[in-house]
């Protein structure tokens, strides 16, 4: 009895595995129009439209599932969009600065082209701003080990910014140009008439240009930029032809007229400025030098541009 | 055997074979889980072979893969011949060992799923199908055979459901069971 269970165990095995390979080799040796393939297409035949009908029975099971499925796809989806957009916003922010930054940049290239230069330029990035209502300085990261000293000029893209008024090794701080102990020689447009440019009173974003000639014309739109002086024979700290801002309204005094100027640089919005680093040996250092060796009182922390209105004053 | 008919046997594990098999073509193949998508014909031919034994199971087997090979228009005899010996093989563990661990059905189901798995990959590249061994292919074996060890116990739960009644006795477990619970001898023949 157990050896007939058992061959025929073994015989059921061996026919179904022969019948499978039988039906592979045929399968597999004829051709696509061959009878075996003829006999799956009739039996697609007859069970697709059940299979039809169970797929359309199942389609709310499947559709249960796929929500599950889609719904943690969606949930995955979900989170690599979000880092993909915090990405794609870092990389946008960067570029950005990249462009505002390169702007400055090759607008201060185009400023060397006119002369700056000549002042051995150091470029540097604001690091600090002075948070008071009256903005009068900046901090930037370049000091005394980059060449930079006090009373050298600062300029951005747009104009003059100020000037250099404490120096540390590594970083310096820069009096901006609405600063009150700040004082330019300054000219409008093309004229040849000279002024100095001081903060106003009361006015923290605006300057004067005081003790202009009463003739010298001054017409509102007008350009004002540095005289490249301070007296005749006497070299400015800041080269000549740099803009300072822009002539809003003219006041007309006794013996001399001032006029009112909006600063070009926008004082709040600085990233990148050169610092013009007379060499020794040049008339810029050495007015410097003066005016930093005067007495305290009479030097004050305006320097040699003080002087110069000094000299223009009286 | 006990006195159950065979044919009701045969009638209820031919309708669950078709309900899986529709339920496998219809929902489960578009519904991938990790990526890939269960076997649950696979699983319904190694526990009809674990039920019913090993003649059974490869006439199971060979039954559900030649109507999938019919019904998919894949090469003919290909499922069959993979899921007979699967059939058979989970019968024979059954008539030899009869194991009783309540964790059988899981194991049985990762063997029977890596064994399908496995044996369909090797055929297909001895049939010639152009594809190197790849990592992906080992990770869709892996997974795959994850995928079948989570449904396992739940398949094995409604096929023993469906068959219960209909189930062959085996006389061998009918010797084990009395003798668990009368100690092996009966109270008279210890006298």
């Known amino acids: 009895m157990y050896d007939k269970t058992v061959r025929r165990r073994r015989a059921v095995l061996a026919l179904l595995v022969v019948l499978s390979l039988l039906l592979l080799t045929a399968y597999f040796g004829e051709g696509p129009s061959g009878r075996l393939h003829g006999v799956q297409r009739d039996f697609l035949t007859i069970v697709s439209p059940i299979q039809d009908g169970a797929n359309k029975a199942l389609k709310p099971v499947r559709d249960l599932f796929s929500w599950f499925g889609n719904t943690l796809h969606a949930k995955s989806q979900l989170g690599q969009a979000l880092k993909q957009t915090e990405k794609l916003r870092r990389e946008l922010v960067a570029d950005q600065e990249e462009k505002r930054s390169y702007h400055e940049l090759a607008a201060l290239t185009h400023l060397d082209q006119l002369g700056v230069g000549d002042y051995r330029p150091v470029t540097a990035t604001v690091i600090g701003k002075d948070p008071n209502v009256w903005y009068e300085t900046v901090a930037i990261n370049k000091g005394e080990a980059a060449g930079v000293r006090r009373n050298d000029a600062v300029i951005n893209a747009e104009g003059l910014v100020g000037k250099v008024t404490q120096v540390a090794s590594d970083g310096a701080v820069v009096e901006l140009l609405t600063g009150s102990s700040m004082g330019v020689m300054a000219r409008i447009g093309t004229g040849q008439a000279t002024g100095l440019v001081r903060p106003k009173v009361g006015e923290p974003n605006d300057l004067l240009m005081q003790y202009l000639p009463s003739n010298a014309p001054a017409n509102a739109g007008e350009y004002v930029v540095t005289s490249g002086t301070v007296a005749p024979g006497f070299p400015s700290l800041y080269p000549p032809g740099l803009i300072i801002g822009e002539v809003t309204s003219t006041n007309e005094e006794s013996a001399y007229k001032s006029v009112n100027v909006h600063p070009i640089a926008n004082l709040h919005d600085l990233d990148i400025v050169q610092v013009l680093t007379a060499g020794a040996g040049t008339a810029a250092a050495n007015l410097a030098q003066v005016a930093a060796s005067l007495p305290a009182g009479q030097s004050g922390s305006g320097g040699g541009e003080q002087l110069a209105s000094a000299q223009v004053g009286g | ?191």
């Open chain 2, 1 to 191: 055997m006990s006195g159950v008919a065979p044919g009701q046997l045969a009638l209820r594990l031919a309708l669950l074979a078709l309900v899986v098999v529709f339920f496998q073509i219809g929902v489960v193949s578009e519904v991938p889980v990790f990526g890939v998508n269960a076997e649950l014909c696979a699983l319904l031919v190694a526990f009809a072979g674990l039920l019913c034994g090993s003649t059974v199971g490869a006439a199971c087997g060979f039954a559900v893969g030649l109507f999938i090979d019919l019904a998919l228009l894949q090469t003919l005899g290909l499922t069959s011949l993979i899921f007979t010996l699967i059939g058979y093989w989970c019968g024979r563990l059954r008539e030899l060992r009869d194991p009783q661990a309540a964790l059988t059905p899981l194991l049985v189901g990762v063997a029977a799923s890596a064994l399908a798995l496995v044996g369909y990959s090797l055929m297909e590249f001895m049939l010639g199908v152009d594809a190197p061994v790849s990592f992906e292919l080992l990770r869709v074996i892996v997974l795959g055979v994850v995928v079948n060890a989570i449904i396992a116990l739940p398949v094995w739960a409604l096929t023993r459901r469906v068959l219960e009644g209909a189930l062959p006795e085996d006389p061998r477990r009918r010797r084990r069971r009395r003798a668990y619970t009368t100690g092996g001898l009966s109270p008279l023949s210890k006298a």
